[in-house]
């Protein structure tokens, strides 16, 4: 399993009290109730987390969970956090 | 307001109470009138001045507090709105059938999130802008209390915040009171909630020198007009009142806990944060609350002192009741030995735990208080156990930095 999606959901459903069962790869974060504000709250909670840099700018509640876990594995391996494991911060 | 018919004055159709005795107007009444201390040793204090505090034990937000994403507020809107949730609940009022408009939300708070605030400033100072959370403000803001209440109650008339330190609460009803009286609004949801058990505040007041050091014993820490109190006991919580006209109350045949009968604010003038020695503000706060009550100093059966346990809140309180009361000598109680101090929210918390005292009839103990100070002699002061007392009017006192006092007046309902 991919540990940056598996934390996504850990978070989602945590922190933002999402419901588990609506919890999907091709789930939006819209469509999980998460509003402007609170896309932005994930995109720093994700960052605190991995400690990397993550794109505001294209934080918007039309992602999927699948394309914000590739944002964060991408940036992973930008900052070669993903060579030594994926350990987070 | 001064004639307590069945359909004169003010209804307290509703309470809820969030604090440090539990979750829950019966916990917190049970907890009140078991006389027992609730402060204990407090982790997020650790290492500092004081490291004890009266926590609200096991608050759940998922579970207390209602409407969507209970995470996104700061922990002292948390608090008001399971209040107040448990307050409309027990008035038996849907918000939701009213005229949203006659629907008044009138909240204080001392600080409002500032928990909030600090964690976020703390995250600035570390991790630099990307750090910091974008719900910041709608959590820290003061206001927000009241505003998410509102929407979860969706209530579209007047909604107030106050800010008068420890009196927030009081002030918050004595507002709605006004508001109900000027006619601006058919139901008013009021009270206060504070959460101010974080590093910084607790670290502030025990740099001047406010706080208990009683660390060998902390559920004995918090001892109101006690002559070995040392300081108060930081405390967080909320408590939430539904008013009503009484009329308006009987025609729909709401329960009635008890009657608003008058409420005072004034202000001591005097000094920034020390009480004025004469008590010049609260006894022009009690004055205009038995006036508006239709009452005198006679008609007083029981106060609920403001009673921090500070050296200096309770010697001052304790010579002004007495110089105001004289031999009329009403029982008199500080719930903060059990509850602490739990800032904005204590003026509601007591406002509630009064409008109780008058309908149960049970007057509940000063915790931890065991030998009298001569310099703060309370005549009539209920310790040890609850005391059964008809109490036909009685006062719940609020006093706050900056000279702020406010009293309010309730009688049971008729």
Known sequence: MDPVYDHLVTVLADKFEVDAEEIRPDSTLGALELDSLAVVELYVTLQEHWGVPLDEDGATAELTLEQVAQAVSAQLTVEGVADRGGAPQ | ?414
């Not at chain 2, 507090?65 to 209970?70: A, Q, T």
């Not at chain 2, 939300?105 to 990307?130: C, I, M, N």
């Not at chain 2, 239709?294 to 050296?311: E, F, K, M, R």
């Not at chain 2, 030998?371 to 609020?398: F, I, W, Y």
Request: some cysteine; charged content about 15%.
């Open chain 2, 1 to 414: 307001m001064s004639v307590p018919g069945d359909d004169a004055g003010l209804a307290v159709t509703g309470i809820g109470l969030v604090t440090p005795a539990g979750s829950g107007t019966a916990a917190t009444w049970q907890g009140v009138c078991a006389g027992r201390g609730t402060a204990a040793p407090d982790p997020e204090l650790a290492g500092l001045p004081v490291g004890f505090s009266c926590r609200v034990p096991d608050f759940d937000p998922r579970a207390q507090v209602p409407g969507p994403r209970p995470w996104q507020h700061d922990r002292c809107t948390q608090f008001a709105l399971a209040a107040a949730h448990e307050a409309v609940t027990d008035a038996g009022l849907d918000p939701a059938a009213r005229d949203a408009a006659r629907v008044a939300v009138v909240l204080g708070s001392a600080a409002g999130g500032v928990g909030t605030y600090e964690e976020q400033f703390r995250k600035l100072t570390d991790g630099g802008p990307r750090a910091v959370s974008p719900l910041t403000l709608p959590a820290f803001l003061p206001n927000m209390a009241a505003g998410q209440l509102a929407l979860a109650l969706g209530a579209r008339g007047p909604v107030l915040h106050t800010a008068t330190a420890c009196a927030s609460g009081a002030a918050a009803v004595a507002l709605a009171a006004l508001l109900l009286s000027a006619g601006a609004c058919d139901v008013a949801v009021a009270g206060g909630a504070d959460a101010m058990v974080t590093p910084l505040c607790a670290t502030a007041f025990a740099r001047m020198g406010a706080l208990s050091r009683r660390h060998g014993s902390p559920a004995r820490a918090s001892r109101p007009f006690d002559v070995d109190r040392d300081g108060f006991v930081l405390g967080e919580g909320a408590g939430v009142l539904v008013l009503e006209r009484a009329a308006d109350a009987v025609a729909r045949r709401a329960p009635v806990r008890a009657r608003l009968a008058g409420y005072g604010m004034a202000a001591d003038a005097h000094h920034p944060v020390a009480p004025d020695p004469e008590g010049r503000g609260l006894r022009l706060a009690t004055q205009e609350a038995l006036r508006s009550a239709g009452a005198t100093p006679a008609d007083v059966a029981h106060v609920n002192a403001h009673g921090t346990s500070t050296p200096l809140n309770d010697r001052t309180e304790a010579a002004t009741l007495d110089r105001f009361f004289g031999a009329a000598a009403p029982s008199v109680t500080s719930t903060k030995g059990v509850l602490g101090h739990t800032m904005g929210a204590a003026g509601a918390i007591e406002a509630a735990l009064t409008a109780l005292t008058v309908q149960h009839r049970t007057v509940p103990p000063t915790a931890n208080f065991h030998h009298p100070d001569p310099d703060a002699p309370v005549v009539d002061l209920v310790t040890g156990r609850p005391r059964p007392q008809s109490v036909p009017l009685a006062l719940s006192n609020s006093l706050g930095f900056g000279g702020h006092c406010t009293v309010l007046a309730f009688r049971p309902a008729p």
